[in-house]
């Protein structure tokens, strides 16, 4: 079965430090990526996407995702955080060739302090 | 438009009752999908609708769950007999369901079930 891993559950960042988050998936065949953030109270939504093609992917909010297939990898970055981009952070996969429900990470707890 | 709505934001229960939580999707999105998020766990897939029709049940975790949708628009998700490990925010989640657009899916804010 497909699953997805984030391997931190918790990190903690100063404001201007740089940020990677690991997302690993578990499938063979051709995937979709997708990074969701949930803001504290807020609903969640979509962070970034990649479908195919350029393997580095640029989503809101200067965040980044590399998709790197060797390595079934689909990291988080972005240079510089802020306090603002305190949230909880999801890792997604869907099988391109199936239905569309998506298989979640566990998600990772981002706190940035000022 | 509006975005996915859910209702109750919060539902508490006794062990045994049936409960109902009720998704409505934005406007003209023709796929739904339920997942569950319990303390400390990602999301977990529950079941998705493409109009009325359930193609992927495959996340119910027992007999006591089921959903249905109706007019392709609401759908309610409804739990039997409920048991403590219940317990969870029950999120909805809706899609265009046309070529990319079946991609992204959106969020409602979603139920917090507690079974006592």
């Known amino acids: 079965a497909q699953s997805v891993s984030q391997h931190n559950h918790h990190v903690i960042l100063s404001e201007a430090a740089s940020l990677e988050l690991g997302c690993n998936y578990s499938y063979g065949g051709t995937v979709n990526l997708f990074w969701y953030v949930q803001y504290p109270g807020q609903h969640l939504q979509l962070l970034l996407k990649?479908?195919?093609?350029?393997?580095l992917v640029k989503g809101i909010k200067g965040f980044e995702a590399e998709f790197i297939k060797s390595k079934f990898s689909f990291n988080l970055r972005k240079p510089s955080v802020q306090w603002s981009d305190t949230a909880e952070y999801f890792c997604?996969?869907?099988?391109?060739?199936?239905?569309?429900?998506?298989?979640f990470g566990a998600g990772t707890r981002l706190a940035v302090h000022p | 438009g509006a975005g996915v709505s859910q209702s109750p934001s919060n539902k508490v229960t006794e062990k045994g009752k049936d409960v109902e939580l009720r998704c409505d999707p934005i406007s003209g999105h023709t796929a739904l999908y339920w997942y569950r998020q319990s303390l400390g766990q990602g999301l977990e897939f529950l079941i998705y609708f493409q109009g009325n029709s359930a193609p992927d049940k495959s996340g119910l975790p027992s007999d006591r769950f089921s959903a249905e949708r109706t007019g392709g628009s609401v759908s309610t998700l409804t739990i039997q007999r409920t048991q403590q490990e219940d317990s969870a925010v029950y999120l909805c989640?809706?899609?265009?369901?046309?070529?990319?657009?079946?991609?992204?899916?959106?969020f409602g804010p979603g139920t917090r079930l507690t079974v006592t």
């Open positions: 990649y479908f195919s093609g350029d393997p």
């Open positions: 989640a809706s899609s265009r369901g046309r070529d990319r657009g079946h991609y992204e899916q959106y």
């Open positions: 997604a996969v869907k099988n391109s060739g199936g239905y569309n429900k998506l298989i």
